[in-house]
C-alpha cells in the first residue's frame, strides 16, 4: 500500500503541489499544499473505459443461410459449381460444401463471394447474437469460453 510522502501514514493519497514539487500525500499533510488530483480516481477512471470499448466491439459472423443465398444465385446468374469455383479461383469441392451449408467460408472468402454475386453474407453483431440460441436454459462456463474464442478471431 503508497504511503504519505511526508509522514509516511498510509491512507488515501493525494497528488499535490508542494513549495512547486508533486508530492503524493494523505489527506492530513496535503493541506500544506495545492491539491492537483486523487490519483486513484484516475485509475478507475481508464478501467472502465477500456471494458466498455472491448463490449461494443462489432464482430463480423457468416449469414446462418449462407449456401441456399450462394447457391440460388449463383442458379440465377447461370454458372454450374464448375464455372462458378473458376471464377472464384477456389476448389469446386470447397464451393460444393459451401453450398451444401457443410462448410462455413472464411470472412476473406465470403467477402469474394458478396462482392462477385452481390449478396450480403456477412452480418455485423455485437457480443449478445453469438450466444447459442438454439437451446435454452443458463449460460455455462464452456459457452463464455466458445464465445471468447470466437471474439478473438
Ligand atoms: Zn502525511
Redesign the pocket.
Known sequence: MPS?E??G?QDKLFRTLVEGAEMT??K??SRFGKTLAAPRIVIKKEVLKTKQETKYEPIEVIVLNYGQLIKEKREKMGLNQEEFSAKMNEKESLIHKIEAGKHEPTIELARKLENFLNIKLIETSEEESVMPAKRSGPVTIGDVISIKTRKSR
Open positions: 504519505c511526508m509522514c501514514k500525500l494523505c492530513d499533510c
